[in-house]
């Protein structure tokens, strides 16, 4: 009976450590929000990014979609800035279509793969914006994400100091 008690005891333990496994291992999926830092009220572009751990120095796509239809003065860019009140660190842009190796003009819905070397030397954290637009500085739609960092928000513990939990106020006895 002990031994049977002791086994399922066992079993319970490990099927609760091997649930609770997958939802602490899962990855976060990068969080895309609109750009009003950019100073307009943009459509939200749908954004993904593979592999969605930006790697600096490494190869990653975009893939950029939403529904307005773009034409050959479209061009889809992607900006690295270390605040949206400043110039952008790194730009990459492309044309959307007509040209070599281009999808036919017009796109419409627009959907687009567009493949960069993510720059190294970025700070921490630093904001990403993607946006889609024409030669005429006319936005079809934007996107904008931070990368890394976090903020004291994130971690609510870590932003008060050690005296002020109760604790820490008691005096250790002699």
């Not at 450590?17 to 969080?31: C, D, F, I, M, Y």
């Not at 979609?65 to 990459?92: C, K, M, N, R, W």
């Not at 960069?116 to 990403?128: A, C, E, Q, R």
Request: net charge negative; glycine share 8%.
């Amino acid at each position: 009976m002990n031994q049977s008690l002791i086994l399922a005891f066992i079993l319970l333990a490990t099927l609760s450590v091997g649930n609770a496994l997958p939802h602490q291992l899962s990855k976060r999926e990068t969080q895309w929000r609109t750009c009003e830092e950019l100073g307009g009220e943009f459509p939200l572009l749908s954004v993904t990014i593979s592999p969605d751990l930006l790697v600096q120095g490494q190869d990653d796509t975009f893939s950029v979609s939403e529904y307005f239809e773009a034409d050959s003065t479209s061009i889809l860019g992607v900006g690295f800035y270390t605040d949206f009140a400043h110039q952008p660190l790194h730009t990459f842009q492309t044309r959307v279509c007509r040209y070599e190796g281009l999808p036919n003009c017009p796109i419409n819905p627009f959907k687009m793969d567009y493949k960069i070397t993510v720059p190294t030397g970025l700070p921490n954290p630093y904001f990403l914006a993607v946006v889609v637009g024409n030669l005429d500085l006319t936005i079809f739609g934007c996107a904008a994400t931070q990368v890394g960092g976090g903020s004291e928000e994130s971690y609510p513990i870590a932003s008060y100091p050690i005296a002020s939990y109760p604790i820490a106020s008691y005096p250790i006895a002699e």
